[in-house]
Each structure stands twice: as C-alpha cells, then as structure tokens.
C-alpha cells in the first residue's frame, strides 16, 4: 500500500467504499507516467520507471522542460493543444528511437502523459475489417441477451483473452454473468453471481471517466510516482484519468486469488447509466495496446447504443400495452361512476397494468382486493402501520419483509409490493403484489466472505474461494422494473385526476344546495318580514287612534302605554326594514355610478335631522371628499349606517365630534368615519360585523343589523370595512370600495 498520507494505513471492514484508488500514487508497468506543470511545461512528477522504459532515469528528468524528453516539435504540439483548451488527442513518438503511444491528460494543475509501448502495429485493414463486422454483428441480434453474447465472441476472437464475460448489474449492484466466450479447458462461469462489493462505488464512477481499462500483468511490480506530492500544490497527483493508473492492492489480490493473470475491463453503458461490464481474463501477462483499446472502446459504444435502443424498445412496448388498459380502466371509471368498481369490475382491472399476483384498492378507508392478495386484515395493517407513513406516494420493494417484518405471514402473496398513494389522503392507496419466488442463487464464492482484514498486510483481503455457492433467497419477489413502476405513476395520476373532479363536483353540488338554502332563507325572511308588517299596521295604526282621539282621557298610565305602543311599533318597522334589507343585499345587481361622497354624507347628515337631534354634535368632513364609485343606494345606506353609529354612540360624550375623511392607500381610496365616542373592546372588531352582535348594552337601541349590512355591501362592491377603537377612546371605522 503506499505511503500516501491521504491513502488509509488502516482500512475498516467495511469500507472498501472508501479506497481512494484514484490517488493511489502508482503506475503499472508498461508504460510511464509524466506530468508537468500545466503552464511552464517544467516536468514535476514522473513514474520510477523511466530509466527502464526511456533508457533516461527519472531523477535526469525531475525538474527539466518536458521538450528535453519529446522533442520541440511534439512539446509545440501540446502547448497548442493546452491553450486551445482541445480535448488532448493521443500521438505516436519516438524517444531513443523506440516508439511510444503519448496519451496526454490535464489532471488539476498538471498535464499528465502516459507513454504506452505501441507494442504490437495495429494493420490498418484488420483494423477496418474488424469493425465492419462488430457492426454488422451488433445489428443482427434481436435480444438484449443476444447481444451480450454477440459482444462476448467478438471481443474474444478479436483481442484473444482466454475467457471474456458479460456482467450485468441488478438494482443493487450486484453482478451476474449473463455471457461468456471462454477457452474449452476453463470451467463456465455463465450465470454465477457476484455481490456489489466486489465492484465498490468509487470503482463503477472511475468506468465513467476511463470507459477501457487494463492490467496487463496482474502479478507486475507497482511503479511508484516520485515525488508523491505534487511540488505545484502539494497535492497527490489525481490519477483517475490515467490509462496507466495503478491498481488497488485489494483488487490485485482478488485477481490473484482467481488466479487471473491479465485483465481487460469495459463499462457497458445503457442509457447513461452503467448496465454492466465487459470483462476479460487471460491466465498470463497479457498487452493490448491503445490501439486495440480504441477498438474496444468502440465496440462497446456500438454495444452500448444497440443495447440503449433494445432497452428503450422494450419499455416503450410495455408503455403502450399499459396505455390501453389504462384507457380501458378509466372508461370502465366513467361508466361505473366509481373508481373502485372501474378499476376492479370490469373487462380491466388495474392489476392488468403489470405482472403480478393481486392488488388492493384502498379509497376513503374502504378497501377492495383483486386477485392473490394478503388478507383484507393484513392489508389494512399494512397500510396504517407502514405504507401511510412513508412521505413519498410511490414505493416498492421486492423484499417487503426487510421493511415491515409482519409481510412474513403473507410471504406467498406479497413478498414483493408496489403502492401508489391516491391524492394526499392516507386513506387512499393502490398496491400491486407480487409472490415469493425462490431463487437459487449461485454466486462466485460465498458472498459472505467477501473481505477479511489481514493484519501483516493491515488492509482487506478479499475472499479466497471463488467455487459456486448456492444460496436460497426466501421472501423476495421478482423485481420491480422501469415500465411497471410508470405504469403505477401513470394510472395514480388518471386517478387521482378522477378523485379530484369528483371532489370538485361534490364541493360544487354543496355549493349548489347552500345557494338554494341562502335563496330559501332569504325568501322565508322576506315573507316573514312582509307578514309581520300587516299586524304592526293594525298595532300602529289603532294606537294612532288611540292618541289622537282617546289620550285626553287615559290616565298617566295609559299614557304611557299607548306611547310605548307607539315608539315599540316604530322600533319594530325599523328591525324588519333593516332585516330586509339586509336580506336583499345580496340578490340586487349592482348599478355602479360615480358619486360625490359629499354630496351623499350631506344628504343623509341632513335627513337624519341632525341640528335638531344632535344638537352638541360637531362635525367635521373633509373638503373635496374624493367621489365613489358604486352602488349609489347601497353606499348610500353604508355611509347611513356609519354615520348613525357615530352620532349615537357619541352622543353622551362632552363634545360629541364626528369626522369624516379619505386616505389614499396603493391606489385605493380609504373612507374613514371617526367619532369620539364610547368606543369598544378591539378584540370585538370583527365580531361586531356580524348580524345581530350588539357590544354596546342596553343604554343604546340599535338591532345589531348596522354593520351586517354595511359589510355584506361593501364586500359586494369588492372591497373592505374594518374598524379600530379602545373603550371610551372613540372609534374608527374605515372602508374602500
Ligand atoms: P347597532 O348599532 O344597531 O347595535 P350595528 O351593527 O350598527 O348595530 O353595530 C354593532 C355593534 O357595534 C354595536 O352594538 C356597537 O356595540 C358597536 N358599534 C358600532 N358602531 C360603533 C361606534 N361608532 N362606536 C362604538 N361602538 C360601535
């Protein structure tokens, strides 16, 4: 292991994850590596094994113009390259008349050449003609499983490996081998499982940047990079670009225990993601030169692309097959008038939208089960205990019982399940299920037995055997694909669409009956208002008569009775004149005019025969009130009321003084009525807009209608009232339109 300070001494069981192998410090063998200052050209790094392989040993060129080692004209080259900021292209030249392939790379602050022997001349027709065929084979098959295999020959009869395999990746990065081209003495590998660690994270992101990879000698003596820091920022030289990189101890040892002696190693790329890896072993040393890497690289782009498009193929054909039925369900849904029945009654049931045993439909707490299903007991508790808690509407699994241990009892019907919550409610869910399918998983040496911590090494050691160990893998289902999980998605949104209208039209159904209750109100009132008008004129109108031609001969008594007739029939008129105003407010179109809020105040100040009955008044309106647009008789009857409130309340003040103004406020004209009267308790001032909420005792007459109505107008016009005031301090009252 090198001595790197940023490399671990001491590597924890568990954290294979964490191997920096792109800093690792150390080149293979079969070329150098040489990195310089990006700007001074200044050679500042170089790999140990430079007097080998340039016949120039490295401490001769630490510290020297990298022209002095490739020459003025390659050196011009790469200044060019450098300073156009070109995607660095990899050259052939000659240094002490041996050729080297220079693959140049800009890592950090330095620009690194790996020197590679050309080795053994690519024939340029061979060249031609071996890609001709990768293309025409690569088009021809028809399945994804062809193509691997298609993959596998080609590479092994073009590079010659003695046994080539095709990994495949499942969803938690465990491999298989689903093809292999192999020499007839080896034993088959074909179908054997290897777990995610074998391949750690910071591994599989390394495929992205160096698609190509090879050890040529498993058994090669690591080259050591000297100096190890980098003299331009005293970092380690970041290798991860590096064709020559040198390999993880761990996995030079996990090879070795495979008794591999060279290694090739290509991502397979589907859809941006990485699908798999193209692996080749030899049992020697084995070079391929950059050339033949190139081929590879190419062949596993075509691969790569023909494999995207069988994918992509697949998942559209699936799309398709679930839009139909999606179709169906959602016909079945109108025709039924019912989601339940919709999606589990009829020729489609939304279990037909993918493969599985059974499902659940859960609506407002209800729940329906189609097919082979938990019972409706186990299926409730699922989604109260577990599913209704999760934040995400989607989730699946193909392990249930990893998650929620209580699945074990239903292991035969829902091993496997994948849930969509309908709209926000936790009472609404559909859940597809999938049974238990035993597996016999055959892996490459028992997965358990992954690494061991090997103390005279104080690194992981990876697992020594690699014999086939069969596992049996109980409570799991098939897994979930791309497509079925769309297809949940899919349909949640036809549904949940559904469910919303639904609750549109309910809300709009209650809105109907509360408009028709309103009308109903409003018409009882009327009517009420109306009857009872009848006998008041009789009260009055004999109490009339009683005054003007019998009240000579009353008593004081009944003097007194007879006015009281008088002034409670007069009270009375007023309450249903206002009830019923305030009842029609609401049915009366607006007559929208401009008008001089003068004027209008004027008017009503006047009609209220103000010198007379409020004698001690002062009062005080604002010149040039701005005009108002509205309702003339409706704002008419808001100023009254406003206007009547702060006389009455007033009224017993030492200097009764009313004003009446305007502010402009964001475009808004904000009438206000002031007075300096008994004022209420602030935290009345929404309540008393209510209809019949009085706060003012029994020393003033009023009904409480007042400001009911002064709202319910103004709130037609759009607008707002409001009011501010402290007991025995006055009180505000403003509003717009
Ligand atoms: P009414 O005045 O007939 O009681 P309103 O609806 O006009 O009914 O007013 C409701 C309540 O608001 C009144 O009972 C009173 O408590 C309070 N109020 C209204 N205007 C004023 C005011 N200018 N000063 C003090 N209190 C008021």
Same mark, same amino acid.
């Given at each position: 292991?090198?001595?790197?300070?940023?490399?671990?001494?001491?590597?924890?069981?568990?954290?294979?994850?964490?191997?920096?192998?792109?800093?690792?410090?150390?080149?293979?063998?079969?070329?150098?590596?040489?990195?310089?200052?990006?700007?001074?050209?200044?050679?500042?790094?170089?790999?140990?094994?430079?007097?080998?392989?340039?016949?120039?040993?490295?401490?001769?060129?630490?510290?020297?113009?990298?022209?002095?080692?490739?020459?003025?004209?390659?050196?011009?080259?790469?200044?060019?390259?450098?300073?156009?900021?070109?995607?660095?292209?990899?050259?052939?030249?000659?240094?002490?008349?041996?050729?080297?392939?220079?693959?140049?790379?800009?890592?950090?602050?330095?620009?690194?050449?790996?020197?590679?022997?050309?080795?053994?001349?690519?024939?340029?027709?061979?060249?031609?003609?071996?890609?001709?065929?990768?293309?025409?084979?690569?088009?021809?098959?028809?399945?994804?499983?062809?193509?691997?295999?298609?993959?596998?020959?080609?590479?092994?009869?073009?590079?010659?490996?003695?046994?080539?395999?095709?990994?495949?990746?499942?969803?938690?990065?465990?491999?298989?081998?689903?093809?292999?081209?192999?020499?007839?003495?080896?034993?088959?590998?074909?179908?054997?499982?290897?777990?995610?660690?074998?391949?750690?994270?910071?591994?599989?992101?390394?495929?992205?940047?160096?698609?190509?990879?090879?050890?040529?000698?498993?058994?090669?003596?690591?080259?050591?990079?000297?100096?190890?820091?980098?003299?331009?920022?005293?970092?380690?030289?970041?290798?991860?670009?590096?064709?020559?990189?040198?390999?993880?101890?761990?996995?030079?040892?996990?090879?070795?225990?495979?008794?591999?002696?060279?290694?090739? /190693?290509?991502? &397979?790329?589907?859809?941006?993601?990485?699908?798999?890896?193209?692996?080749?072993?030899?049992?020697?040393?084995?070079?391929?030169?950059?050339?033949?890497?190139?081929?590879?690289?190419?062949?596993?782009?075509?691969?790569?692309?023909?494999?995207?498009?069988?994918?992509?193929?697949?998942?559209?054909?699936?799309?398709?097959?679930?839009?139909?039925?999606?179709?169906?369900?959602?016909?079945?849904?109108?025709?039924?008038?019912?989601?339940?029945?919709?999606?589990?009654?009829?020729?489609?049931?939304?279990?037909?939208?993918?493969?599985?045993?059974?499902?659940?439909?859960? &609506?407002?707490?209800?729940?329906?089960?189609?097919?082979?299903?938990?019972?409706?007991?186990?299926?409730?508790?699922?989604?109260?205990?577990?599913?209704?808690?999760?934040?995400?509407?989607?989730?699946?699994?193909?392990?249930?019982?990893?998650?929620?241990?209580?699945?074990?009892?239903?292991?035969?019907?829902?091993?496997?399940?994948?849930?969509?919550?309908?709209?926000?409610?936790?009472?609404?869910?559909?859940?597809?299920?999938?049974?238990?399918?035993?597996?016999?998983?055959?892996?490459?040496?028992?997965?358990?037995?992954?690494?061991?911590?090997?103390?005279?090494?104080?690194?992981?050691?990876?697992?020594?055997?690699?014999?086939?160990?069969?596992?049996?893998?109980?409570?799991?289902?098939?897994?979930?694909?791309?497509?079925?999980?769309?297809?949940?998605?899919?349909?949640?949104?036809?549904?949940?669409?559904?469910?919303?209208?639904?609750?549109?039209?309910?809300?709009?159904?209650?809105?109907?009956?509360?408009?028709?209750?309103?009308?109903?109100?409003?018409?009882?009132?009327?009517?009420?208002?109306?009857?009872?008008?009848?006998?008041?004129?009789?009260?009055?109108?004999?109490?009339?008569?009683?005054?003007?031609?019998?009240?000579?001969?009353?008593?004081?008594?009944?003097?007194?009775?007879?006015?009281?007739?008088?002034?409670?029939?007069?009270?009375?008129?007023? &309450?249903?004149?206002?009830?019923?105003?305030?009842?029609?407010?609401?049915?009366?179109?607006?007559?929208?005019?401009?008008?001089?809020?003068?004027?209008?105040?004027?008017?009503?100040?006047?009609?209220?025969?103000?010198?007379?009955?409020?004698?001690?008044?002062?009062?005080?309106?604002?010149?040039?009130?701005?005009?108002?647009?509205?309702?003339?008789?409706?704002?008419?009857?808001?100023?009254?009321?406003?206007?009547?409130?702060?006389?009455?309340?007033?009224?017993?003040?030492?200097?009764?003084?009313?004003?009446?103004?305007?502010?402009?406020?964001?475009?808004?004209?904000?009438?206000?009525?002031?007075?300096?009267?008994?004022?209420?308790?602030?935290?009345?001032?929404?309540?008393?807009?209510?209809?019949?909420?009085?706060?003012?005792?029994?020393?003033? /007459?009023?009904?409480?209608?007042?400001?009911?109505?002064?709202?319910?107008?103004?709130?037609?016009?759009?607008?707002?009232?409001?009011?501010?005031?402290?007991?025995?301090?006055?009180?505000?009252?403003?509003?717009?339109?």
């Amino acid at each position: 292991m090198s001595q790197n300070s940023q490399y671990p001494e001491e590597v924890d069981l568990s954290s294979c994850e964490k191997e920096p192998i792109h800093i690792i410090g150390k080149t293979q063998s079969h070329g150098v590596l040489v990195a310089s200052d990006k700007e001074t050209f200044r050679i500042t790094q170089i790999g140990k094994n430079s007097g080998e392989i340039f016949g120039i040993s490295h401490s001769d060129l630490l510290g020297k113009q990298l022209e002095e080692l490739v020459g003025s004209e390659y050196g011009q080259f790469l200044r060019n390259l450098v300073d156009e900021d070109e995607l660095l292209e990899v050259r052939e030249i000659s240094i002490h008349d041996t050729s080297f392939v220079a693959i140049p790379h800009i890592s950090g602050e330095s620009l690194v050449v790996d020197f590679e022997p050309v080795g053994k001349s690519a024939n340029s027709f061979n060249f031609q003609a071996q890609l001709t065929k990768i293309l025409n084979n690569l088009n021809a098959s028809e399945t994804s499983l062809e193509l691997c295999e298609d993959v596998a020959r080609i590479t092994k009869n073009i590079f010659g490996y003695d046994r080539v395999m095709v990994y495949r990746f499942d969803e938690e990065w465990n491999g298989q081998v689903v093809a292999e081209e192999r020499e007839e003495h080896l034993e088959s590998w074909l179908g054997l499982h290897y777990p995610a660690s074998d391949i750690p994270k910071q591994a599989r992101e390394l495929f992205f940047k160096n698609r190509v990879r090879i050890i040529s000698d498993v058994n090669y003596q690591p080259v050591e990079i000297t100096p190890q820091f980098s003299p331009i920022n005293g970092e380690p030289l970041d290798l991860s670009k590096s064709k020559l990189r040198g390999v993880s101890p761990i996995h030079i040892e996990y090879l070795q225990n495979m008794k591999v002696g060279a290694s090739l /190693t290509a991502a &397979l790329i589907s859809n941006g993601k990485l699908w798999g890896l193209l692996a080749c072993h030899h049992y020697s040393a084995r070079f391929i030169n950059y050339y033949q890497r190139q081929t590879c690289e190419f062949l596993i782009q075509i691969f790569s692309n023909e494999l995207s498009l069988k994918e992509s193929n697949l998942f559209l054909k699936q799309i398709d097959k679930q839009a139909a039925v999606r179709e169906q369900l959602l016909k079945q849904v109108h025709s039924a008038g019912s989601i339940r029945k919709g999606l589990s009654e009829g020729n489609a049931r939304f279990t037909d939208v993918m493969d599985c045993c059974g499902g659940a439909i859960m &609506l407002k707490g209800k729940i329906k089960l189609v097919g082979k299903t938990p019972d409706k007991k186990q299926v409730k508790s699922l989604i109260k205990e577990f599913l209704a808690k999760k934040s995400e509407s989607l989730f699946f699994t193909k392990n249930l019982i990893q998650f929620y241990p209580a699945a074990k009892r239903f292991q035969d019907s829902g091993s496997g399940i994948l849930s969509v919550r309908l709209g926000q409610s936790d009472k609404d869910f559909l859940i597809w299920f999938r049974p238990e399918v035993v597996q016999l998983v055959d892996w490459g040496g028992n997965p358990q037995n992954k690494a061991s911590y090997d103390e005279e090494k104080q690194r992981l050691t990876p697992r020594k055997s690699f014999e086939k160990w069969t596992q049996e893998l109980t409570g799991v289902s098939a897994a979930w694909k791309d497509y079925d999980l769309s297809a949940a998605r899919l349909l949640r949104e036809s549904v949940s669409y559904v469910i919303l209208e639904n609750q549109k039209k309910e809300i709009n159904d209650l809105n109907d009956q509360l408009v028709e209750a309103h009308n109903e109100l409003e018409l009882f009132s009327q009517g009420l208002s109306h009857d009872l008008k009848a006998p008041l004129r009789g009260i009055d109108g004999y109490a009339h008569i009683l005054k003007e031609d019998y009240y000579s001969k009353l008593e004081k008594d009944g003097k007194l009775a007879v006015d009281t007739i008088l002034s409670s029939a007069e009270e009375m008129r007023d &309450l249903i004149d206002n009830i019923l105003s305030f009842a029609g407010v609401s049915n009366q179109d607006l007559n929208k005019s401009v008008n001089s809020s003068s004027h209008m105040v004027q008017d009503i100040l006047v009609s209220f025969n103000v010198k007379n009955n409020y004698p001690h008044t002062s009062i005080e309106i604002e010149e040039n009130l701005p005009k108002i647009i509205g309702d003339r008789r409706m704002l008419g009857q808001v100023w009254s009321n406003l206007l009547a409130n702060a006389l009455k309340y007033s009224e017993k003040a030492e200097n009764p003084k009313i004003e009446v103004g305007s502010a402009a406020h964001h475009n808004k004209t904000i009438y206000f009525v002031k007075d300096n009267g008994i004022g209420f308790d602030p935290k009345f001032s929404e309540d008393i807009f209510d209809l019949f909420s009085r706060r003012s005792g029994d020393d003033y /007459t009023g009904s409480g209608i007042g400001l009911a109505i002064a709202k319910k107008i103004v709130e037609k016009h759009d607008g707002e009232i409001w009011a501010e005031s402290k007991p025995g301090e006055g009180s505000t009252f403003y509003f717009y339109v």
